[in-house]
């Protein structure tokens, strides 16, 4: 795009503030003045530069920040090889952690000693890598980027291997020019020259290529051959540049290359040839004096003449000039000439020798790369101080891919007219572009987002987004691309970010917020390589319809993750969907062409022809493969043999065979070995490798470390970095860095490089490679490397440990050693779960656990993750729990032997006897809180696994690991089983913290175990198997006072994929898709035809059969009619007038039932023959009928007479999912409505004891058998619903004789007061009342009636259940809701032992618990409702005693407590005050007194004594007497409110005449002070609304103020101004002061301190703050579940966070502050102990609950619980059924035959009903056994 199209004015940025940040407001104003000059090197200001990147303009992009320091180490190196290894050694390592800590970037050494391997002797192309890799440091380093260390050898003089031929021609004219005699006497043979040297035309312009050893005469020369034949070359080449010189045909400068050491030319174009050296170099020479020319080691250090012991002088002169051309040409700061140094006899140098030089050089060397370091930090990005600049950065990144798209893009013209149409239109759908990778996809995307200014104008308002999402690790997964992406929308628009905490949501919601006067343009290219986390493809974030001024452009392959299908079903026109395909044959030709050309190639006609040739033919030129055809083409010369060519070619038909040649390229010229093993670990990875990682798994493979130091062991047995730098750089353009796992990780960006590396790096060896005899075939090496990585992140050969090595035996001679076994440290990081920052170790644990598991390292897979809690933690930071058991499903649980005391031979295969498998249900009983709160873990273990302990040693271990290591992650501590366990009726459990508010409704999707949709003010789908949230929708337009009303399911449907809710006030619709999770429509009811302003009361969806539409039925809540329409085809189907409100709609498979409860009327409308809307409906009603059945195309009138007080209400209408329909009417009567097969409407009417109040439809196989359960206030009742056939009626009826043919059977009846009652199949009903769960079973004791037994009933919440929805497809689960918002699932089926059903039992007071006290051992609860106090030891949670108050008079309750650890009070609110002995197993009564006006009831300061404040005194008791030690009355003054702290009594007074309020402080010492209020002037500031005193310090709390005085000096010493205040206070000398939202710490010493600057903000969900008795920790507690942790010190940082099950209702800590005592709704008290790793001998309160051992008898009850936590049943309990045959066996062996015969009937019948048989088919079965047992 040409600057010159700007027709806008970029001006000075206008800034607002979002959240404190200033933000950019307005970047473009309308001005139509140009912005910038039309000059190539205009770029914008400083200012307009943020604005420029952010609204996507490609004119000018800030060049990207260098991502690494990258230095070329220089020098020669036999005589610095003792520097050179110091600084690898000693410097390197602290310049890398600077680089990493201050700059985020990487530091790499380019050391040419390693890595140039033999073939680059051969090929001559050692001196070109040097300088390429010098041309790279250059291009991509931060700051310096050479060094060079320049001594007394001038260095090895290379021949050229690549000459101009224009060039060579001059030098063979200038040799030729010489006489015969000349040539002689110089012993010239000019021929070599064109023997050795060929000219490639392939070249522009073209050269002489020396050709390699390996190609010459058919067979390899080696490199010794070749020597003298080298020095022949060298000597014509230099003479013929010299005559041409001379002649004046050639330039000192060409000639120079003829003459330089390769370490010259470093430093020219390194330093002398640059034009900011100072800003990039250092340079440091070093001197030896006194050398020892005659020593063996001498040439070395200094260039001798050939066979002599004399210097030479030209090389000599030459590296003098060398360093003083360096001198000049660099500063002070960058030159450094060290002081001489003295020659060693042994040789030279060595290190011990050099030691003070050595360290001052090191010294020098970090010292000023560190300074060029920052200097280039600080100037390099010019975004940098932006404090958006990672944002800037990011959007910049994008902007650089789309112009190298564009360099090279030809053709496509029909794909980008259509991408043009779609932008122009006036389409609110997205574009979407589809093809198989490597088709062009990108460079579409690419260079329509460029193209996009001229289409649309370059104006002002025109803002593009562009993303390639995979390329950049913000763009890699959905949560940090949705951050990005609308981030930059939001700025570039200048408003603030819509919240939402929904990523899902961000992107629509942004871009509705968008002004209308800006057009936004977003390309988003492939949608495929986003990684899955956090549901990426379900595309449920991608908006489905888009606002006016929206414009969205995505790509993706059509395979991968079903996105194309995803796409495809959201029902866009077929406009909307282009594919890209392959280009056309002469496209390909040109587009070879003109990239040759462009990299200064070419190929030969004849070379073009059979490429072109190839094209032609082949039929898949793809973009992708015509770029690694010129990857190839590109390196080949013009003599490269013709006839050899056409193999090659076929040698590369494909992408695939492509990507096979450059990978053996690859592994040729880097290393066979070095290349396959490095993508060999990369591809057995988890989700990639970092470049870090990469390097460290290969320096710990000591293969390939032999392999590579073949010339040179370096100090540091390690992979020097730059070699796979220089590996990396040569597939640069195929590689992207993504985010994985807390890393930035190398992956390939096309699939078929993946296809291709899996098959050639995990089953093909490298090339010329000869496997260990561990490998014989590649799975075997591929374990060796799963080996070495496990060692790795297992961090076994981590810091200083040495790694065992063996020499290969050429080194081993070499180095002269005897031995050639060592060990050598490899400088690999620690692997610790837990980093030093407190974050889980992401890298590790997303690589190790599917490491061990392929490898069968059970034993380690336990001691590292499953049961290590710093493990955990980090796994469940990382995954789902889908995830996480997909992980443990890996584990063969059959073969487990790894840690074998746990496994016994099983003869029963439902007992578990795997640890593993009651982790993995413990984990999903956890599952949705530990994903959301990882740290919660600890706690969350020892609350469920604590009874199994002593059953299993591997589980035992897990808890001892938590105590020990739980608490640095969380300093909350669960000391004892509080949780269900394994083995319960509980499955997982939702809480309301996780969905976000109570729960309005519930629903299961139809056809489907996974979903649950909850309703509030959003609508959450939930994943029913692991408690994943898939979905949160909030609508836009939400009014503050509506919500979601109502849900249904699209019923019918053999797979559901929607499903509807409507708004209870805003007439919408919402259709939710369950395949994308998202609202896949929104109609909008004011649209339709005929809704006449109704508001909305109700909505039905269901398939009619006729035409396959689906139908959606709304209702009015206060005017008339119903409406009926087709929601696809969004036709009116039907209306209904009627004059009064419809309540309750059920649309069966046949039938609608519409009830009018403000009539005696049912309505029952057949919809069997309805067609579209064009039906004439005859709408006559019989005014006498009460129940009416309807159809459309004729009027049927069946009716059903009701007396007039039959009045029917919307609770007590059931509705099955076939055309069954049940109501009941307010006088008793139950009516049930069927249709009969010719469509008759069939009613029966049952007469109950009272009137219903909930009537439910069971489940049943059967639709005709459908049970139906009827609650009264006093029974229940279970019914069944039979064929005509059926004449069997058990129990009571009432059925009219005249009934439509329908035969109703009562089958059972018991008396039971419910809230609901269900029917879960023919054998098991569920109820539930307040927050317990009834499981009945149909038992049958006479083989003639069939009755309900409670067999379990449990608390499934704290709080009073809302709802029960059962799971139809999923026998016995249902979900519960309850008031505090939670959600759980439960398994009616599950059994349990009686062991487990003791280890799950909780103690419970049964009523309200109204207060707790709690000291060091044992807590006290008490309860106004009944007057007694509980007793709790603190080391169980156990109740152990009730201290009954019946003693007091009526209307007085226990009013508090104290509690001691062996003596309890408690005080009435009438005053009594009693004192109880609870050392005994029994508490007892000691002391009883009665006092007056009791205000308050305090723990003293010593451990024996209470306070009692009265009005007018106060008395201190002893707590285990009840004597009084001492009181004080007062006559003239009255007591509001007393203190008691350090042994301080402080208590504020109102004297009654003065009206004077005064503050009174009393010490030990009797020593007193007060402090009048009133008339100390200070303190004249307003009415007191509460104070404390801390010491010497009083804190006077006003409306506006608080005010810190200091009452023995009587000054003020602070006034904080705050309103809405508090104090918190502790026992000790700290305190926290709560300001509106805001706390602030303080610790009162020798003055008044504040402990932390940046208060703790409190969420508006907090509802208390509460501090430790020691004044060390600070507990906030939000919507009274979620308790938060802080140290008093540090309020920015959460130390310990718990979610709890139920609803706090009262919380203290204990005296000691060694537990907190949470008392819940359900009337049980809660523990958690802290403890907090940097309080001294808190650490050693959990390491003290530790078990190493267990008693006999311990471990017997623990693997019970084990082992009885495995028993399943579908529907029975066999545990009761067991039981009865057991007690009955016995007396059937003594009984005469006719009661053994009952006997046996009966149990047989509960065995049948057990078995899933319905009572009826239970009761004929046994029936017809009878008549055998009658016969024995």
Not at 648 to 660: A, G, Q, T, Y
Not at 797 to 814: N, V
Not at 870 to 886: A, K, N
Not at 1794 to 1813: D, H, P, Y
């Amino acid at each position: 795009m040409s600057k010159k199209a700007g027709g806008f004015k970029v001006r000075a940025v206008e800034k607002i503030k979002i959240d404190g940040i200033d933000l950019l407001s307005e970047f473009w104003s309308k001005r139509s003045a140009p912005a910038f000059d039309t000059r190539d090197d205009w770029k914008p200001s400083d200012e307009e530069l943020p604005s420029y990147v952010l609204t996507g303009r490609l004119d000018y992009i800030p060049p990207p920040p260098n991502k690494v320091v990258k230095i070329f180490l220089s020098s020669t190196f036999s005589d610095m090889y003792v520097e050179r290894n110091y600084l690898f050694s000693n410097i390197y390592k602290n310049l890398q952690q600077y680089c990493r800590l201050q700059h985020d970037v990487e530091f790499q050494v380019v050391d040419m000693r390693w890595g140039v391997r033999d073939e680059a002797a051969l090929d001559h192309s050692g001196p070109k890598t040097c300088m390429d890799e010098l041309r790279s440091c250059q291009e991509l380093s931060l700051g310096p980027n050479f060094v060079c260390l320049l001594g007394q050898r001038y260095g090895n003089r290379p021949l050229q291997a690549k000459i101009p031929q224009t060039e060579y021609q001059v030098i063979i004219e200038s040799l030729n020019n010489l006489s015969e005699e000349e040539k002689t006497e110089l012993n010239l043979d000019i021929p070599l020259l064109d023997f050795w040297y060929q000219c490639d035309e392939n070249s522009e312009p073209p050269a002489m290529i020396l050709t390699p050893l390996n190609e010459k005469d058919s067979h390899r020369m080696e490199v010794s051959e070749f020597k003298p034949i080298r020095q022949k070359l060298h000597d014509l080449l230099r003479v013929g540049s010299k005559l041409a010189v001379r002649d004046g045909k050639m330039s000192v400068e060409d000639q120079k290359k003829y003459f330089w050491s390769v370490t010259e030319e470093e430093v020219y174009k390194g330093v002398l040839s640059q034009q900011n050296p100072n800003d990039h170099t250092l340079c440091f020479v070093r001197e030896i004096y006194d050398i020892d020319y005659s020593h063996s080691k001498v040439e070395r250090f200094v260039e001798l003449e050939d066979g002599t012991k004399k210097v030479n002088e030209e090389t000599t002169q030459l590296i003098t000039q060398l360093v003083s051309d360096t001198e000049k040409c660099l500063g002070s700061d960058n030159f450094y000439r060290f002081p001489k140094v003295k020659w060693h006899p042994n040789g030279g140098t060595n290190e011990d020798s050099l030691s003070d030089y050595l360290v001052e050089l090191g010294k020098m060397f970090e010292e000023r790369v560190k300074m060029l370091i920052k200097r280039a930090a600080e100037k390099s990005n010019p975004l940098k101080d932006n404090p958006f600049s990672s944002l800037l950065t990011e959007v910049a990144e994008h902007g650089y891919q789309a112009l190298a798209k564009n360099k090279t893009f030809q053709g496509r013209d029909d794909i980008m007219d259509k991408i043009k149409q779609y932008i122009l239109s006036e389409s609110h759908l997205p574009f979407i572009m589809y093809g198989e990778s490597g088709f062009g996809k990108t460079s579409l995307l690419a260079v329509a987002s460029a193209r996009v200014y001229d289409w649309c104008g370059n104006t002002s308002d025109l803002i593009v987004i562009r993303r390639f999402l995979g390329t950049t690790p913000d763009s890699t997964n959905i949560g940090s691309l949705m951050n990005s992406v609308t981030k930059q929308i939001s700025l570039a628009c200048g408003f603030k970010p819509p919240h939402t905490d929904d990523p899902m949501r961000m992107l629509i919601f942004t871009m509705i917020a968008v002004p209308s006067h800006y057009r936004l343009v977003i390309f988003l290219d492939s949608l495929d390589q986003l990684s899955s986390y956090g549901k990426a493809h379900t595309l449920a974030w991608l908006p489905l319809m888009l606002p006016p001024n929206v414009k969205l452009v995505v790509s993706t392959l059509p395979k991968d993750h079903n996105l194309l299908d995803i796409l495809k079903m959201r029902n866009y026109p077929g406009k909307q969907f282009v594919e890209v395909n392959i280009l056309e044959a002469e496209l390909s030709i040109k587009l070879m062409r003109d990239w040759l050309m462009s990299s200064g190639r070419k190929l030969t006609e004849p070379q073009m022809d059979l490429v072109a040739e190839r094209f032609r033919e082949d039929k898949n030129t793809s973009p992708l493969y015509i770029k690694l055809i010129y990857d190839v083409m590109v390196k080949l010369r013009s003599y490269f043999p013709q006839e050899e060519l056409g193999p090659l070619l076929n040698e590369i038909n494909s992408p695939v065979k492509c990507i096979r040649y450059i990978y053996n390229e690859l592994m040729k010229k880097n290393g066979a070995l070095l290349v396959h093993r490095l993508f060999a670990y990369l591809h057995l990875s988890n989700l990639g490798l970092t470049e870090n990682e990469m390097v460290d798994l290969i320096s710990l493979d000591d293969e390939v470390l032999n392999d590579v130091f073949q010339y040179h062991t370096p100090p540091l047995r390690r992979l020097p970095a730059v070699l796979w730098a220089r590996i990396r750089n040569s597939i640069q353009e195929y590689i992207v860095t993504r985010e994985a796992n807390g890393g930035k990780v190398i992956a390939w960006y096309h699939r078929q490089f993946i296809e291709v590396g899996d098959t050639m790096y995990k089953a093909e060896f490298p090339l010329n490679y000869t496997p260990p005899e561990d490998a014989s075939n590649t799975e075997a090496l591929c374990n060796i490397l799963r080996e070495n990585m496990v060692n790795y992140f297992l961090g076994t050969w981590a810091g200083d440990k040495p790694k065992p090595y063996t020499l290969p035996e050429h080194m081993r001679a070499k180095l002269n050693r005897e031995n050639a076994e060592d060990a050598a440290v490899r400088n690999v990081p620690a692997m610790p779960n837990i980093l030093e920052n407190g974050r889980p170790n992401l890298r590790k644990l997303g690589q190790l656990p599917a490491l061990l598991i392929k490898l069968g390292r059970i034993e380690e897979f336990f001691n590292e993750v499953f049961g290590n809690i710093e493990g955990l933690v980090g796994l469940f930071s990382m995954y789902s729990w889908s995830d996480i058991y997909e992980i443990a499903d890996g584990i063969n649980f059959d073969n487990y032997k790894a840690i074998g005391k746990d496994k016994d031979e099983v003869t029963d295969p439902n007992v578990i006897k795997n640890p593993f498998q009651i982790l993995i249900r413990s984990f999903l009983l956890t599952s949705a809180i530990a994903c959301a709160y990882p740290k919660m873990l600890g706690p969350l273990i020892l609350g469920r696994l604590l009874p199994f302990a002593p059953g299993s040693e591997i589980l035992n271990k897990l808890i001892n690991g938590v105590y020990d290591k739980g608490p640095k992650l969380n300093s909350f501590v669960c000391p004892h089983a509080q949780l269900e366990g394994v083995g319960t009726y509980l499955i997982f459990e939702m809480p309301n913290d996780h969905v976000g508010s109570c729960v309005a409704m519930i629903e299961v999707t139809p056809k489907s175990r996974h979903f649950i949709l909850t309703l509030s003010k959003k609508a959450v789908l939930i994943n029913m198997e692991d408690g994943n949230i898939q979905m949160r929708y909030m609508p836009p337009d939400l009014r503050k006072d509506d919500s979601f009303h109502l849900v249904a399911a699209f019923e019918p449907f053999e797979d559901p994929k929607d499903i509807a809710a409507t708004l209870k006030i805003i007439p919408k619709i919402y259709i939710f898709s369950l395949v994308e999770f998202d609202v896949g429509e929104i109609i909008d009811c004011r649209t339709v035809p005929g809704y006449e302003q109704m508001r909305i009361q109700g909505l039905e969806m269901g398939k009619i059969q006729v035409n396959d539409a689906v139908v959606v039925m709304v209702h009015g809540q206060s005017h008339e009619g119903l409406l009926m329409f087709d929601v696809k085809k969004k036709d009116l189907l039907y209306k209904f007038n009627n004059s009064k409100m419809i309540l309750f709609m059920h649309l069966g498979h046949n039938t609608l039932h519409i009830s009018q409860p403000h009539l005696e009327t049912t309505v029952v409308i057949n919809k069997s023959e309805l067609v579209k809307s064009h039906t004439q409906v005859s709408q006559t009603f019989v005014a006498a009928a009460d129940v009416i059945s309807l159809q459309f195309t004729t009027v049927r009138q069946e009716a059903l007479h009701l007396p007039s007080d039959s009045i029917i209400t919307s609770k007590t209408v059931a509705k099955s999912s076939a055309d069954l329909m049940a109501f009941a009417t307010e006088d008793g009567n139950v009516y049930i409505g069927n249709r009969n097969p010719k469509g008759h409407q069939r009613w029966a009417k049952i007469l109950l004891d009272s009137p219903a109040v909930d009537v439910q439809f069971g489940f049943s196989s059967d639709p005709d058998e459908s049970p139906l359960s009827v609650c009264t206030k006093h029974y229940i009742y279970v019914l069944f619903s039979v064929k005509e056939d059926a004449r069997n009626k058990l129990g009571i009826h009432n059925i009219p004789e005249k009934s439509l043919g329908m035969s109703i059977v009562v089958a059972a009846k018991m008396k039971l007061v419910l809230s609901k009652f269900y029917m879960v199949n023919e054998t098991t009903c569920i109820g539930y009342h307040l927050g317990q769960v009834y499981i009945f079973l149909f038992q049958s004791e006479n083989g003639d009636d069939v009755s309900l037994k409670i067999v379990k009933k449990f608390d499934a919440h704290s709080r009073p259940i809302t709802g029960i929805i059962l799971n139809e497809d999923i026998a016995a689960m249902f979900l519960t809701s309850a008031e505090d918002g939670s959600v759980r699932v439960f398994h009616a089926g599950l059994n349990l032992h009686p062991a487990l059903r003791d280890a799950n039992t909780f103690d419970r007071m049964g009523v309200i618990i109204h207060g707790i006290s709690a000291s060091g051992l044992q807590s006290a609860s008490f309860s106004k409702d009944n007057n007694t106090v509980a007793v709790w030891t603190n080391a169980t949670g156990k109740v152990t005693n009730q201290l009954s108050h019946d003693y007091l008079q009526d209307e007085d309750t226990v009013a508090g407590t104290v509690c001691f650890d062996d003596c309890i009070v408690t005080l009435s609110c009438k005053g009594v005050l009693s004192f109880w002995d609870t050392s005994g197993s029994e508490g007892s009564l000691t002391e009883q007194v009665e006092l007056e006006g009791v205000r308050t009831l305090l723990r003293g300061c010593d451990p024996h004594e209470v306070l009692v404040c009265c009005t007018k005194s106060w008395y201190k008791f002893s707590c285990k007497s009840g004597e009084v030690i001492s009181e004080k009355l007062y006559e003239d003054r009255e007591l509001l409110k007393v203190q008691y702290v350090k042994s301080q009594l402080v208590l504020l007074q109102r004297l009654t005449e003065e009206e004077e309020l005064v503050i009174e402080i009393l010490q030990t010492n009797d020593n007193s002070h007060t402090v009048n209020l009133s008339t100390t002037k200070e303190l004249d500031c307003g009415k007191l609304q509460d104070f404390f005193c801390f010491d010497h310090i009083l804190v006077l709390l006003f409306p506006r103020k608080c005010v810190f005085y200091n009452w023995k000096k009587s000054e003020v010493l602070q006034e904080e101004q705050v309103a809405k205040s508090s104090v918190i206070t502790s026992q000790s000398n700290t305190f926290i002061l709560k300001s509106n939202c805001n706390i602030f710490s303080y610790k009162i010493q020798h003055g008044l301190e504040k402990l932390n600057t940046e208060p703790l903000k409190l969420s508006h969900k907090t509802d208390q703050v509460i501090i430790t008795p020691n004044g060390l920790h600070v507990v906030t507690i939000e919507q009274k579940k979620m308790l938060n942790m802080y140290r008093i010190g540090d309020l920015s940082t959460v130390i310990g966070q718990y979610s709890m099950y139920g609803e706090i209702e009262r919380v203290v800590f204990s005296s000691d502050s060694a537990y907190i005592v949470c008392g819940i709704a359900d009337t049980r008290l809660f523990y958690l102990m802290l403890c907090d790793v940097e309080v001294d001998g808190h650490h050693q309160r959990a390491l003290a609950l530790q078990r190493s051992s267990y008693t006999s008898d311990e471990v017997k009850t623990g693997k019970i619980i084990i082992e009885s936590a495995g028993k399943e049943d579908d529907s029975s309990d066999e545990e009761v059924q067991s039981e009865t045959f057991s007690e009955n066996i016995n007396e059937l062996l003594s009984n005469p035959i006719e009661m053994a015969l009952k006997k046996v009937e009966g149990l047989l019948i509960s065995r049948c009903l057990s078995k899933g048989n319905s009572p009826i088919r239970a009761i004929r079965s046994v029936k017809a056994k009878k008549k055998v047992v009658g016969n024995i």
